[in-house]
């Protein structure tokens, strides 16, 4: 099976494009599928240095598949959405210099005016809680909201730690 993200990669010229594009559609959903995951885990993982090279990736996919909801209509947003985590992205890696980076990180997702549970993702590096942040961002609610947070003390406890509470067993 061809890498197709990795021709994306290597296209150097506008030309290159069209053709790419042609070979891909034809091949269907299967290979149009790994493609966008592909991209999908470039975006959970590319840093500061490659914002840039994130939006050309970008303008070329949806050049080479302008109509991905043609294919699946499950992608008829993608373009939507990968374009709001690196604008995301972009703006996380303004806001938050490199030397404030480090250490353990978490998102927070919760609608204060619904009965629903809040959503943590607890335990992340940077890049992880910024990929995540950007991620939910894109589909946020009116009344929704979504927090990225460095956690500057951690207490761990788990129902076996034999010194710590125990659970009320008769339950």
Known sequence: MHDYFA???????????EPFGKALREAGFTPVRKFLDEFRQYLRTYEDAEIATASELLER???AVPEPGR?????????????GIIRTKAQIFKDV???????EWQVLLDNPF?????AVYPGLTFIEAAYMF?????ELANNEYVRLQKI?????????DSDGLQPIASL
Do not use: C, H
């Open 134 to 138: 950007a991620y939910f961002r894109t």
């Open 7 to 17: 021709q994306l990669k290597e296209l150097r010229s506008g030309a290159e494009i």
């Open 152 to 160: 500057a003390t951690v207490m761990t406890i788990s129902g076996a």
């Open 97 to 103: 210099p490199a030397s404030r980076r480090d250490g």
């Open 71 to 83: 294919i699946s209509p499950s992608w008829a947003y993608i373009w939507r959405e990968f374009k």
């Open 114 to 118: 619904s009965n629903q549970n809040i």
């Open 61 to 63: 996919a949806m050049k």
